[in-house]
């Protein structure tokens, strides 16, 4: 009996969390710390609206990898999101990646492109999840193909927040930590 007491507590407690979730912000700023196969990178990426369900993003990694291989790669493009319900966001996205590697050789340099699609998902109050699937063609950052992303954020309030993801994409490759502010 005292099992069934828990458990429907516990039912009150999550409705309650998703009842009280905020509407997802696709207007904000971010940095963080990644992985790109052995290299580290440090990243800087953002996002504006351009209207209710339309909106932009790019970015900038530094790259340092090990042999004094270093660069940088930037990313921008254009994003569409409709919400499913108050707890949810379906998104996709497109962007043209320039990469710069800073090596010997004749190709220090490739432009490509990827499209993503994905969810974020409110579960509870102050947690966000996030996972999607991208198709790549940026040789210098990842061979053709498909990736996966994954990442759980929590809002310690409505505009700062933090995450940690795995990527195995062309922006990361690896796990990831992060802090956003959201600008609305």
Same mark, same amino acid.
């Given at each position: 009996m005292? =099992?069934?007491? /828990? ?15 905020a ?7 971010e940095?963080?710390?990644? !992985? /790109?196969?052995d ?6 990426n953002?996002s ?5 369900n339309? #909106?932009?993003? &790019?970015?900038v ?5 090990p &042999?004094d291989v270093?660069?940088? #790669? ?5 994003? #569409? ?5 108050? +707890? ?6 497109a +962007?043209?990646l ?6 010997? &050789? ?5 432009? &490509?492109? /990827?499209?993503?699609?994905?969810i974020r %998902?409110?579960p509870?109050? =102050? ?7 991208? %198709? ?6 990842i ?10 954020? #929590? ?5 700062l ?9 062309? !922006? ?9 502010? +959201?600008l609305k």
């Amino acid at each position: 009996m005292m =099992k069934h007491y /828990i458990l429907a507590s516990a039912l009150a407690l999550g409705a309650t969390g998703i009842a009280t979730a905020a509407p997802f912000s696709y207007d904000y700023i971010e940095g963080g710390y990644g !992985e /790109i196969d052995d290299a580290d990178a440090l990243f800087v990426n953002g996002s504006m609206s351009l209207d209710k369900n339309l #909106y932009a993003l &790019g970015g900038v990694h530094a790259i340092d990898a090990p &042999g004094d291989v270093n660069g940088m #790669y930037l990313s921008g493009g254009i994003g #569409y999101h409709v919400p499913l319900s108050p +707890q949810a966001d379906l998104f996709g996205n497109a +962007q043209l990646l320039y990469a710069n590697m800073n090596h010997v &050789g004749p190709n220090d340099d490739d432009l &490509g492109a /990827i499209a993503r699609a994905g969810i974020r %998902f409110t579960p509870v109050d =102050k947690v966000e999840l996030e996972g999607s699937l991208a %198709f790549s063609s940026n040789d210098w950052l990842i061979d053709d193909g498909i990736g996966l992303s994954v990442a759980g954020r #929590y809002h310690f309030d409505p505009r700062l927040s933090a995450s940690l993801g795995y990527s195995s994409d062309t !922006e990361l490759d690896g796990f990831n930590v992060g802090v956003r502010y +959201q600008l609305k």
